[in-house]
């Protein structure tokens, strides 16, 4: 890849952040005619949590991007959600819709590599430069009085850019730049990591959820031989299980998971940590912005924004923060793109910044919907009283299904349709 030197030239749209969002940002713009340059600070591609579920909302969003084929074939839809009560063995199930119905299609595990590189081959090689991390943000004003972004790159260089969107994950220089809160944390943590059954593992292919006092575990089959975990480690639990060190072996943390944390779990639960391939293992305390800071806060001044975890960190409790993600994509691009093509194929700054303001007006109320339902749902499943374990059991799933059903059965809609495509856009990139 190529590493960005020192820029005299102002680009017109810099993507700051390499990651699903990034991606995905880079390749709706490059739909509508425009190339952006995305800034990453990692050496290549990052796929840290090795898979994500994708719900309808995001299929449809990798419709309107063009790559979900490229996906949809590799991976079988889920058939149904299973919810395990540990104290009591009690199951309820969720179906998910098979059929396509209305638009609403079946939730799908991939593997981040898959979807990343999906997104990255769309653009040209020349559109990424990694090991490019951003430290500071200032502005100025060009020759006809609009006001530029200018990005102090780590190792001194100066990149200037008429649009800046910060897709730069929790803690994105860009949002804070703009004002917005800095994220919270949410009390509890998660570990993750992908199980590996060289013969090949026994499971349906459905979403199974175990659900106790202070620990919620998953698992979700990728494949035939992989399935992916996570456990959530409650606000409820011991201090010493909630903070896991940094330097802590992951042969530790599996240990720690299946001698006390889920000791009291099914056994297949304890089956799938046991396959663990132990370099995939990781943790981290969960955050999220709080909404009334999406609602009020500022998501962007003139021509500079963010999308993604960088606007909307939430917890990972409807498996939502990658889904929506996307959907920013897609709006971002039609925004821009919408303006963009209106203008003659030029991007006129106070017409972008207009574009800008719409992209923000359709996410705001979404997003923040969204970071509300994952916090709730999480406290829900956290059984620490037996006010909340009476409603988790009794009650709470059942809502759950429909209000589901609900937010993931959204569609962000198309891109504008350009009438041709410069040779440019067909040149792919190979990224491994
Ligand atoms: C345990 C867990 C499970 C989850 N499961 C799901 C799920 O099943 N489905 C789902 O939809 N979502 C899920 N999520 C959420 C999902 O992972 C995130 O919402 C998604 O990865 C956000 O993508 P992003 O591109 O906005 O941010 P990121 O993936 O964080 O990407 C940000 C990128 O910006 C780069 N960057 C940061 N700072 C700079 C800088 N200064 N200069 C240059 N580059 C920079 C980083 O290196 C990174 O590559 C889960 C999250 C967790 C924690």
Not at 88 to 101: L, M, T, Y
Not at 261 to 277: A, E, R, T, W
Not at 345 to 365: G, N, P, T
Request: charged share 20%; hydrophobic share 40%.
């Amino acid at each position: 890849m190529e590493r960005v030197t020192e820029m005299k030239k102002v680009e017109d749209v810099v993507i700051v952040g390499g990651g699903i969002c990034g991606l995905a940002t880079a390749v709706a713009l490059k739909r509508v005619g425009i190339d952006a340059v995305v800034l990453e600070r990692a050496e290549t591609l990052r796929t840290t949590g090795t898979s994500i579920t994708l719900a309808s909302n995001a299929w449809l969003a990798l419709d309107a991007l063009g790559v979900s084929h490229k996906l949809s074939r590799l991976y079988s839809p889920l058939t149904r959600s299973t919810v395990i009560n540990v104290s009591n063995g009690a199951v309820q199930q969720i179906s998910f819709p098979q059929a396509d119905k209305g638009r609403q299609v079946a939730p799908k595990a991939v593997h981040r590599k898959a979807l990343m590189q999906a997104l990255a081959e769309e653009l040209p090689i020349k559109n990424i430069h990694f090991s490019c991390k951003i430290t500071s943000i200032s502005t100025e004003l060009d020759i006809q009085g609009s006001s530029i972004a200018v990005l102090l790159m780590e190792d001194g260089t100066y990149i200037k850019t008429k649009v800046l969107i910060g897709c730069d994950g929790v803690h994105s220089r860009v949002a804070r730049w703009l004002g917005l809160g800095e994220p919270v944390n949410s009390g509890r943590s998660a570990v993750r990591g992908l199980s590996i059954f060289p013969q090949g593992h026994q499971y349906d292919h459905d979403f199974t959820r175990f659900v106790d006092v202070s620990f919620n575990g998953a698992f979700v089959p990728l494949t035939d031989t992989e399935l992916f975990w996570g456990l959530v480690i409650g606000n409820s639990a011991p201090l010493e299980h909630r903070d896991i060190a940094a330097t802590t072996p992951a042969e530790s943390i599996q240990r720690d998971i299946k001698e006390h944390h889920c000791k009291d779990f099914p056994k297949v639960y304890l089956d799938v940590v046991s396959h663990l391939d132990l370099s995939t293992l990781t943790w981290g305390p969960l955050k999220l912005r709080l909404p009334w800071n999406v609602i009020f806060g500022n998501l962007n001044k003139g021509t500079i924004t963010v999308a993604g975890d960088a606007m909307h960190p939430m917890t990972p409790d409807l498996g939502q923060g990658g889904c929506s993600a996307l959907e920013d994509a897609v709006v971002l691009g039609r925004c821009i793109g919408e303006s963009y093509l209106k203008n003659e194929r030029q991007l006129v700054s106070s017409e972008v910044a207009k574009a800008i303001d719409d992209y923000v007006k359709e996410r705001r109320w979404r997003v923040a919907g969204l970071i509300a339902a994952s916090f709730v749902s999480g406290w829900m499943q956290d059984g620490s009283s037996w006010l909340k374990r009476f409603i988790r059991n009794a009650i709470f799933y059942r809502i759950f299904r429909q209000y589901f059903s609900n937010i993931t059965n959204y569609d962000c809609g198309k891109l504008p349709k350009i009438s041709s495509c410069s040779p440019e856009s067909n040149s792919r990139n190979k990224i491994d």
